[in-house]
Protein backbone atom coordinates (compact mmCIF):
# COMPACT_ATOMS: atom_id res chain seq x y z
CA UNK A 1 0.00 0.00 0.00
CA UNK A 2 1.33 3.53 -0.77
CA UNK A 3 2.10 5.84 1.53
CA UNK A 4 -0.60 9.01 1.74
CA UNK A 5 2.01 11.65 0.36
CA UNK A 6 1.80 14.92 3.25
CA UNK A 7 0.62 18.57 2.82
CA UNK A 8 1.94 21.12 4.13
CA UNK A 9 0.09 24.36 4.64
CA UNK A 10 1.74 27.61 5.48
CA UNK A 11 -0.09 31.62 4.76
CA UNK A 12 0.42 31.52 1.26
CA UNK A 13 1.31 28.20 0.59
CA UNK A 14 0.48 24.31 0.07
CA UNK A 15 3.18 22.32 -0.46
CA UNK A 16 2.04 18.53 -2.19
CA UNK A 17 3.46 15.87 -4.26
CA UNK A 18 3.44 17.11 -7.87
CA UNK A 19 2.14 14.71 -10.50
CA UNK A 20 2.53 14.66 -14.78
CA UNK A 21 -0.67 17.13 -14.50
CA UNK A 22 1.75 19.53 -13.34
CA UNK A 23 4.78 19.21 -15.67
CA UNK A 24 4.01 22.01 -17.56
CA UNK A 25 3.80 24.67 -14.92
CA UNK A 26 7.23 23.08 -13.81
CA UNK A 27 8.80 23.70 -17.11
CA UNK A 28 8.55 26.96 -16.83
CA UNK A 29 10.80 27.48 -14.31
CA UNK A 30 13.40 24.40 -14.60
CA UNK A 31 13.64 25.39 -18.56
CA UNK A 32 15.24 28.91 -16.76
CA UNK A 33 18.87 28.63 -16.18
CA UNK A 34 18.60 31.15 -13.76
CA UNK A 35 16.97 28.97 -11.91
CA UNK A 36 18.96 25.39 -12.40
CA UNK A 37 22.39 26.37 -13.21
CA UNK A 38 22.44 26.71 -9.28
CA UNK A 39 21.28 23.25 -9.16
CA UNK A 40 23.87 22.07 -11.10
CA UNK A 41 21.41 20.95 -14.04
CA UNK A 42 21.45 21.88 -17.18
CA UNK A 43 17.81 23.72 -18.37
CA UNK A 44 14.90 21.60 -18.91
CA UNK A 45 14.17 21.19 -22.85
CA UNK A 46 10.54 19.46 -22.75
CA UNK A 47 8.07 18.31 -20.46
CA UNK A 48 9.50 14.56 -20.34
CA UNK A 49 12.91 16.06 -19.19
CA UNK A 50 10.36 17.09 -16.22
CA UNK A 51 8.49 13.83 -16.17
CA UNK A 52 12.07 12.30 -15.19
CA UNK A 53 12.44 15.12 -12.26
CA UNK A 54 9.32 13.83 -10.85
CA UNK A 55 9.55 9.98 -11.42
CA UNK A 56 13.05 11.00 -9.11
CA UNK A 57 10.33 12.83 -6.91
CA UNK A 58 8.56 9.62 -6.39
CA UNK A 59 11.56 7.15 -6.30
CA UNK A 60 13.15 9.07 -3.31
CA UNK A 61 10.00 9.16 -1.44
CA UNK A 62 9.32 5.41 -2.29
CA UNK A 63 12.44 4.63 -1.08
CA UNK A 64 12.41 6.89 2.35
CA UNK A 65 15.99 8.66 0.84
CA UNK A 66 13.66 12.36 0.48
CA UNK A 67 10.47 13.71 -0.54
CA UNK A 68 9.87 16.73 -2.50
CA UNK A 69 6.97 18.76 -1.99
CA UNK A 70 6.21 20.84 -5.27
CA UNK A 71 5.40 24.74 -3.77
CA UNK A 72 2.03 26.16 -4.77
CA UNK A 73 0.21 29.50 -4.15
CA UNK A 74 -3.29 28.84 -2.54
CA UNK A 75 -4.90 31.20 -4.41
CA UNK A 76 -3.83 29.44 -7.70
CA UNK A 77 -2.77 25.75 -7.12
CA UNK A 78 -0.01 26.36 -9.56
CA UNK A 79 3.23 24.28 -9.06
CA UNK A 80 5.76 27.50 -9.11
CA UNK A 81 8.95 25.61 -7.69
CA UNK A 82 9.75 22.93 -5.13
CA UNK A 83 11.13 22.12 -1.68
CA UNK A 84 12.37 19.03 0.09
CA UNK A 85 14.74 16.59 1.36
CA UNK A 86 17.09 13.97 -0.26
CA UNK A 87 20.20 12.00 0.70
CA UNK A 88 18.46 10.92 3.70
CA UNK A 89 20.27 9.01 6.21
CA UNK A 90 17.64 8.00 9.13
CA UNK A 91 20.39 6.19 11.00
CA UNK A 92 22.20 9.29 11.87
CA UNK A 93 18.97 11.67 11.93
CA UNK A 94 20.61 14.12 8.72
CA UNK A 95 18.85 15.08 5.35
CA UNK A 96 20.15 17.43 2.71
CA UNK A 97 17.86 20.12 1.46
CA UNK A 98 17.05 21.18 -1.48
CA UNK A 99 14.57 23.98 -3.09
CA UNK A 100 13.81 25.93 -6.39
CA UNK A 101 11.22 28.78 -7.70
CA UNK A 102 10.22 30.31 -10.26
CA UNK A 103 12.07 33.92 -11.15
CA UNK A 104 8.73 35.35 -11.04
CA UNK A 105 8.44 35.12 -7.23
CA UNK A 106 11.77 35.51 -6.37
CA UNK A 107 11.93 38.06 -3.44
CA UNK A 108 8.65 37.74 -2.21
CA UNK A 109 9.51 35.98 0.61
CA UNK A 110 8.11 32.34 -0.78
CA UNK A 111 11.43 30.50 -0.75
CA UNK A 112 11.31 31.62 2.91
CA UNK A 113 7.96 30.74 4.14
CA UNK A 114 7.92 27.44 2.14
CA UNK A 115 12.18 26.37 3.32
CA UNK A 116 11.02 27.33 7.22
CA UNK A 117 8.13 25.25 6.89
CA UNK A 118 9.75 22.06 5.11
CA UNK A 119 13.05 22.24 8.51
CA UNK A 120 9.92 22.10 10.71
CA UNK A 121 8.61 19.31 9.15
CA UNK A 122 11.62 17.52 9.18
CA UNK A 123 12.38 18.25 12.65
CA UNK A 124 9.02 17.03 13.33
CA UNK A 125 8.35 14.02 11.16
CA UNK A 126 11.40 12.66 10.02
CA UNK A 127 13.03 13.37 14.35
CA UNK A 128 15.81 14.52 12.18
CA UNK A 129 19.13 16.19 14.22
CA UNK A 130 21.12 17.76 11.43
CA UNK A 131 19.47 19.25 8.24
CA UNK A 132 22.46 20.46 5.41
CA UNK A 133 22.13 22.95 2.48
CA UNK A 134 24.75 22.91 -0.20
CA UNK A 135 25.02 26.23 -1.94
CA UNK A 136 27.57 27.20 -4.91
CA UNK A 137 29.76 30.06 -3.41
CA UNK A 138 28.60 32.22 -6.48
CA UNK A 139 24.29 31.65 -5.21
CA UNK A 140 24.26 34.43 -2.48
CA UNK A 141 21.04 34.92 -2.40
CA UNK A 142 20.08 31.46 -1.30
CA UNK A 143 23.11 31.80 1.63
CA UNK A 144 21.69 34.44 2.45
CA UNK A 145 17.74 32.47 2.76
CA UNK A 146 19.40 29.90 4.68
CA UNK A 147 21.76 32.17 7.09
CA UNK A 148 17.94 33.87 8.01
CA UNK A 149 16.67 30.60 8.68
CA UNK A 150 19.85 30.09 11.54
CA UNK A 151 21.78 27.65 9.15
CA UNK A 152 25.93 28.14 9.81
CA UNK A 153 28.53 27.83 7.20
CA UNK A 154 30.76 25.12 8.03
CA UNK A 155 33.03 25.57 4.98
CA UNK A 156 33.84 24.88 1.25
CA UNK A 157 33.91 21.31 -0.09
CA UNK A 158 35.95 21.61 -3.03
CA UNK A 159 35.32 20.09 -6.48
CA UNK A 160 32.57 18.34 -4.47
CA UNK A 161 29.99 17.45 -7.76
CA UNK A 162 30.63 17.21 -11.30
CA UNK A 163 28.05 18.78 -13.36
CA UNK A 164 27.72 20.48 -16.35
CA UNK A 165 31.06 19.23 -17.33
CA UNK A 166 32.83 20.91 -14.60
CA UNK A 167 33.86 20.65 -10.97
CA UNK A 168 31.87 22.78 -8.41
CA UNK A 169 32.59 23.95 -5.21
CA UNK A 170 29.77 23.88 -2.74
CA UNK A 171 29.49 25.38 0.89
CA UNK A 172 28.20 23.28 3.52
CA UNK A 173 25.60 24.68 5.57
CA UNK A 174 23.84 22.81 8.20
CA UNK A 175 21.26 23.71 10.88
CA UNK A 176 20.80 21.47 13.96
CA UNK A 177 17.46 20.95 15.84
CA UNK A 178 18.15 22.51 19.19
CA UNK A 179 19.50 25.89 17.48
CA UNK A 180 15.61 25.80 14.73
CA UNK A 181 13.96 28.27 17.19
CA UNK A 182 10.88 28.21 15.40
CA UNK A 183 10.11 25.05 17.00
Known amino acids: MAKEYPIIETRR ?3 REVTIADANDMLTYLSDKDVVSPMGLAPFQTEKDVGDEIRWYNSIYEEGTGIR ?9 RVI ?5 LNRLTKHYRAEIGYELSKDYWGKGIASEALEAVVMYGYQHFQLERI ?3 IEPANLSSQKLVEKLGFKREGCLRHYEFTCGKFDDLYMYSII ?7
Open 69 to 77: WGITLKDSG
Open 132 to 134: EAL
Open 177 to 183: KKDFTLI
Open 13 to 15: LLL
Open 81 to 85: GSCGF
